[in-house]
T-cell receptor, first 111, second 114 residues
């Protein structure tokens, strides 16, 4: 059974601090996606990681993929309040555009 | 701007009712998906479709069916709504298979079954 596990599920940070969200998955895949969801809103695509060692950066967020370890990370640098949201990772199993999602990490950035 | 439109933002239905959730995309995408989102469980795949009149079961299809008569429209049907189907339902679409495409999500339908 495929499992996609994120941790932590809840994260409260001070502005200016750094932190990492982890996404582990249990099956072979070299396609991993990160999404952001604001309260009451739908999911917005953040990153698409398509190969082992892939690294993508956008502003204060950086995502990486290690397909051998079946692990992706989302690193937050110098957090700001606007980053408060729920972040989901999703694995494209069988490389078939058929995604399975983690439970989500609810990030709160406090002043 | 590409769009996935879900017909209702909020719905309240009674136990035993037949419920239709509609999703329309204007991007000519082949693939369409229905997920439900529950706190602590993330998004769970109910059904998906790679082509017109084609459907595949996801991880939690029980109690649901789908219809895809036209490429742009993918409907989720709750044959006899139950309280454990109270949830947020998200529709998504993507372009083709064989290449990596992210999903475009609709804004969601929050269904309450009473």
């Amino acid at each position: 059974e495929l499992k996609v596990e994120q941790n932590p599920l809840f994260l409260s940070m001070q502005e200016g601090k750094n932190y990492t969200i982890y996404c582990n998955y249990s099956t072979t895949s070299d396609r991993l996606y990160w999404y952001r969801q604001d309260p009451g809103k739908s999911l917005e695509s953040l990153f698409v990681l398509l190969s082992n060692g892939a690294v993508k950066q956008e502003g204060r967020l950086m995502a990486s993929l290690d397909t051998k370890a079946r692990l992706s990370t989302l690193h937050i640098t110098a957090a700001v309040h606007d980053l408060s949201a729920t972040y989901f990772c999703a694995v494209d199993i069988y490389n078939n555009n058929d995604m399975r999602f983690g439970a989500g990490t609810r990030l709160t950035v406090k002043p | 701007d590409v769009k996935v439109t879900q017909s209702s933002r909020y719905l309240v239905k009674r136990t035993g009712e037949k419920v239709f959730l509609e999703c329309v995309q204007d991007m000519d995408h082949e693939n369409m998906f229905w997920y439900r989102q529950d706190p602590g469980l993330g998004l769970r795949l109910i059904y998906f479709s790679y082509d017109v009149k084609m459907k595949e079961k996801g991880d939690i299809p029980e109690g649901y069916s789908v219809s895809r008569e036209k490429k742009e429209r993918f409907s989720l049907i709750l044959e006899s709504a139950s309280t454990n189907q109270t949830s947020m339902y998200l529709c998504a679409s993507s372009l083709g298979t064989g290449r990596a495409y992210g999903y475009t999500f609709g804004s969601g339908t929050r269904l309450t079954v009473v």
